[in-house]
Every structure is written in C-alpha cells, then in structure tokens.
C-alpha cells in the first residue's frame, strides 16, 4: 500500500507540476523509511530541492528544449503567482516577444490596465500534455484574462476567480449558447471549468467588451498569432471580424472566462 501511495503521489505531482514527482521520487531516496520524524524531514527535503529546481535550475534547463519563462513586465503579470510555482509559464522565444508587442499596443488603449495571463506550457518536452488543456504542449499556446470593469464603468485589474478560470461570461438571451449546443452532443466537460475557479471573488465587477475587445485586437494586429479562441457568443457582441478567431470546439472546454493565444 505504501508503494502505490507513492506511486500515485509521483504521478499527481508529475501531472500537475511537470518535474515534481522526479523530486518527490529523490525525496523518498534521501530519507530513508526508518528515519526518525521522517514525514516533517521529507515535506522540507522536497520543498527545498522543488523549490532551489523550479526557480534557479529549471529555467537554465528550459532553454536546451527552446522555451523560457513568461518574461513579467509592469503590464504583462501572472494572474497568481501558483502559475509560476507549479511550472506553467512557459514559452517559445517569439511567443514572449509577442507578447511584449500585444501590451505596448494595449497599453496604449487602456493606461494602468494589465495583460493578465493564466496557464501557458510547461518547460520540457513537446506534446507532454499540461491538464487540463488539450494543446498546451508545445510551447506556442498561452491563455489570457478577460478584462473586466467597476460597477461605476471604470476599468479594473481585478479578475472574478482565483485561477481566473471558471466564471463564465455567459450569452445573453439573444446570443449563441454554444455551451447548451455542446452539452447536447454529450460533450459533458464543456462546462468543466465552473469547477476549477478554486474560490470566486470580486463579485461585484462586470465583464468589459470595450477593455476586451481592445486587447483582441491588439492580439489580431500580431502577424505571429496564428488562432484565438473565444466564446462565438462574444465574438459577435464585440463584433470581432478577424479570422484568426475562431471557435475551438466542443472536445475543449468554454472560453468564454479566458482568451486563447497562439502562434502560427
């Protein structure tokens, strides 16, 4: 039994971390069973050799497999700072310049408002698959914030979920509600999402389609960028036209709480 808690541990924790469950493996080698207060000796010999990994080693490493961190600028910010801990805020080179190039343009359009992203890919090995996204594996694909606004209009950095998944952006009477459309067909992880919010906060801000609609255009604009994903629900109310964006289908989940990115 102790063998397949083990076995189950490494596993989670190479699903959700990429490089833990390697760690997590040298833990149990350093600190023997028989060792007195093995469990406190364990948790700190993991969170030190996890921590020293993820912060000074892995970033050098990332780069012999052509990715980098997610390069953090007074406009570009991770939208929590787990995204980082956990390894999910990886990139291709031309996916950080691009981005650099989406936040001078959108700053210009919205002054103090943030380019806010969530998860990108993780620092090794292409098509290793980063849960619970379908095309996170390569290095090329990163997921934005929606831009959401103060009851009195004004825009705000402040986002709806602590993940900044999950609180949908949902169509209104006379919009498409591709979610009921993909729900009929059996696509049950549609919805998924909801789930994945790990607290809802600010419940008082509202979506912005002006803020919004402003940062996708400053994403169109990029040669680089190959698709984006939205919701066709707000795609219509913020009367995007560029056929770069595109519906991601109903095997993926909603993305009327986020923006997909990624390159050509």
Request: net charge positive; hydrophobic share 40%; charged share 25%.
């Amino acid at each position: 039994m102790k063998k397949l808690l083990h076995l189950i541990i490494i596993v989670i924790l190479t699903v959700f971390t990429q490089i833990g469950g390697i760690i997590y493996l040298m833990t149990i080698l350093i600190v023997k069973s028989n060792s007195e207060n093995k469990r406190i000796k364990r948790f700190l010999t993991f969170s030190i050799i996890y921590l020293f990994a993820t912060f000074v080693i892995v970033p050098y490493l990332a780069k012999s497999f052509g990715r980098e961190k997610v390069k953090e600028t007074e406009i570009i910010k991770a939208n929590t700072f787990f995204t980082k801990l956990l390894n999910r805020n990886y990139v291709k080179p031309e996916l950080n310049r691009t981005l650099e190039k989406i936040s001078i343009d959108f700053e210009k359009k919205q002054k103090g408002i943030n380019l806010v992203y969530l998860d990108a890919n993780f620092p090794f090995i292409d098509k290793f698959p980063l849960l619970p996204h379908l095309s996170h594996n390569d290095g090329r694909k990163i997921d934005l914030s929606l831009i959401y606004k103060l009851e009195n209009g004004e825009i705000t950095n402040k986002k709806p979920s602590i993940s900044g998944y999950g609180v949908y952006e949902n169509p209104r009477e006379n919009e498409i509600k591709q979610f009921e459309v993909c729900r009929e067909k059996g696509y049950w992880q549609y919805d998924f999402p909801k789930y994945l919010t790990f607290g809802k906060i600010n419940r008082k801000i509202q979506f912005s389609d002006k803020a919004t609609s402003d940062l996708i255009n400053s994403i169109t604009k990029q040669p680089e960028i190959g698709k984006i994903f939205i919701e066709p629900h707000l795609k219509n109310r913020m009367k995007l036209m560029s056929n770069k964006i595109r519906f991601q289908g109903c095997r993926a989940v909603r993305h009327d709480d986020h923006i997909h990115i990624q390159l050509k």
